[in-house]
T-cell receptor, first 114, second 112 residues
Framework: ETGVTQTPRHLVMGMTNKKSLKCEQH?????MYWYKQSAKKPLELMFV???????ENNSVPSRFSPECPNSSHLFLHLHTLQPEDSALYLC?????????????FGPGTRLTVT | QKEVEQNSGPLSVPEGAIASLNCTYS??????FFWYRQYSGKSPELIMS????GDKEDGRFTAQLNKASQYVSLLIRDSQPSDSATYLC????????????FGQGTTLQVKP
């Protein structure tokens, strides 16, 4: 595997379900990110992790719960979602989280909440 | 609210022409800027980064930055139908958190 991988690629879940999204980066980076891309809206940062520590939570509702066990893996745990949470969820990584470091995206998970 | 603004388009150019994509940003403290290409149904792919005023060239792509005017642009020379995609402009905020602020994207259509 190379770059940033995400599983599953597609997910349909009911509002009462619990599911998790997984991201893995094979670039030797130290920072990982979750972004949300909704139709007709700009890509929006959700969380930033640096060396497994969360450094930014962009006012994300608690029904989204991130987990970063190490610098290569990032999870997004989902529970009691709303239909408006349907979107493309993108994971990204960079060498470090500071200004100037390029971020590389995974293929994304297309989430549909019914 | 710190923002990055782009014209959503679509911008339509004939094959072989120069496509010019523009972006403005509101945070005067932003120091680094990126252009991503996103094909329909795919994730964003980094194509250019620029940190200093002036031009930066990479193959058919040239990024231009003017910090005084808070303006970033991307020129695509000899446009090909395969360049048809949405181009996202992004800026790092002035804090050192790695937070990227994205514009809404400009859809480019290159017609054969």
């Amino acid at each position: 595997e190379t770059g940033v991988t995400q599983t599953p690629r597609h997910l349909v879940m009911g509002m009462t379900n619990k599911k998790s999204l997984k991201c893995e980066q094979h670039l030797g980076h130290n920072a990982m990110y979750w972004y949300k891309q909704s139709a007709k809206k700009p890509l929006e940062l959700m969380f930033v992790y640096n060396f497994k520590e969360q450094t930014e939570n962009n006012s994300v509702p608690s029904r989204f719960s991130p987990e970063c066990p190490n610098s290569s893996h990032l999870f997004l745990h989902l529970h009691t979602l709303q239909p408006e949470d349907s979107a493309l969820y993108l994971c990204a990584s960079s060498q470090f989280p500071g200004v100037g470091y390029e971020q590389y995206f995974g293929p994304g998970t297309r989430l549909t909440v019914t | 609210q710190k923002e990055v603004e782009q014209n959503s388009g679509p911008l339509s150019v004939p094959e072989g022409a120069i496509a010019s994509l523009n972006c403005t940003y509101s945070d005067r403290g932003s120091q680094s800027f990126f252009w991503y290409r996103q094909y329909s149904g795919k994730s964003p792919e980094l194509i250019m980064s620029i940190y200093s005023n002036g031009d930066k060239e990479d193959g058919r792509f040239t990024a231009q930055l003017n910090k005084a005017s808070q303006y970033v642009s991307l020129l695509i020379r000899d446009s090909q139908p395969s360049d048809s995609a949405t181009y996202l402009c992004a800026a790092h905020g002035s804090g050192n958190t790695g937070k990227l602020i994205f514009g809404q994207g400009t859809t480019l259509q290159v017609k054969p």
